[in-house]
């Protein structure tokens, strides 16, 4: 491909190198990378995906092409290629999240399992949400908790929020979000647990500190063959997730969750997703809602 030099000199002629897509060869490579690391299973189909976020990694090293870079990655003898896998790693995973998202696993909290906990005299809740991704999720369930309790003296809660990706994470602890990101928020919810900021043209707002001091945010990559939390969570929130893993992952996954999850205590997955045919200590009491036996 030639292009027209700007000065009127003679065209500039790009090499191969520079217009060479992702190789199948390390295309498969990556996809068994990102399973065996993550968990998920990339197709096909997410090849120009793929090939479109790699490039903005490129962009940011100064790399020509798709197989230089996966040179780079695989290198493990040069020091710096450990620290790019956790770029790569927050580049190719998906963290689509929004505050009050599939709001009937909210309603069922609020009606129906936090009543509960205060008729049986419970003073603190434990919940982890295992796939925080920039915090949306655990800061919903903090202001449901919040808001139901606001007149019991003595309650408290604490939530844990994890995800593999470093990004956004850090997005999380910053409790930062666009205007945008909040308007699904309740107006009362928003009136009482969202900071409006001094410059409306900032158009960026953040979650109270009430809030912030119950959330706590780790890293935490739920291929580890073990997890470095407690285990005796109330609640643990894994919504929209296991369908990026095969089925031998998802059961392996729900399985070290169940670990973590305390006798009577509630899983929450995503609407799309099921236990169907898993061997759990879970049985069903609302949709994708499962109480620990």
């Known amino acids: 491909m030639e292009h027209a030099a700007l000065n009127g000199s003679q065209p500039v002629q790009r090499s191969a190198e520079q217009d060479e897509t992702l190789s199948p060869r390390n295309f498969q490579r990556l996809c068994e990378f990102v399973h065996t690391y993550c968990g998920i299973k990339l197709t096909l189909k997410k090849k120009s995906m793929l090939d479109g976020r790699l490039r903005r990694r490129m962009r940011a090293l100064g790399i020509a092409n798709t197989n ?161 939390v407690e285990r005796d969570f109330d609640m643990i929130f894994l919504r929209n997730v296991l369908i990026y893993f095969d089925r031998q992952t998802q059961e392996n996954v729900l399985a070290k969750l169940c670990e973590h999850l305390r006798p009577g205590g509630y899983l929450f997955l995503g609407h799309s997703e099921s236990l169907s045919g898993a061997r759990l200590p879970l049985f069903t009491i609302a949709n994708t809602v499962f109480q620990r036996r």
């Not at 003898?77 to 896998?85: F, K, V």
């Not at 909290?109 to 796939?131: C, D, F, Q, T, V």
């Not at 409006?196 to 979650?207: C, G, K, S, W, Y």
């Not at 109270?208 to 935490?220: E, I, N, P, T, W």
């Open 68 to 228: 230089e870079y996966c040179a780079y990655l695989f290198n493990q003898d040069a020091p710096e290629a450990q620290a790019e896998l956790v770029h790569f790693i927050d580049a190719v995973t998906t963290n689509k999240t929004d505050f009050f998202r599939e709001p009937a696993h909210f309603s069922i909290l609020e009606n129906r399992l936090l009543p509960a906990y205060r008729k049986a005299g419970h003073r603190h809740l434990k919940i982890w949400s295992a796939a925080a991704s920039t915090g949306a999720e655990a800061y919903t369930i903090a202001m449901v908790i919040d808001h139901f309790f606001r007149d019991t003296g003595g309650f408290d809660y604490s939530i844990l929020a994890t995800d593999v990706c470093t990004d956004v994470l850090n997005k999380g602890m910053s409790a930062l979000y666009s205007d945008t990101m909040i308007d699904p928020i309740p107006e009362d919810y928003r009136r009482r647990y969202v900071l409006v900021p001094n410059d409306p043209a900032r158009r960026e707002f953040r979650i109270a500190a009430k809030l912030r001091a119950k959330v706590h945010f780790q890293h935490l990559n739920l291929m580890e063959e073990r997890y470095g």
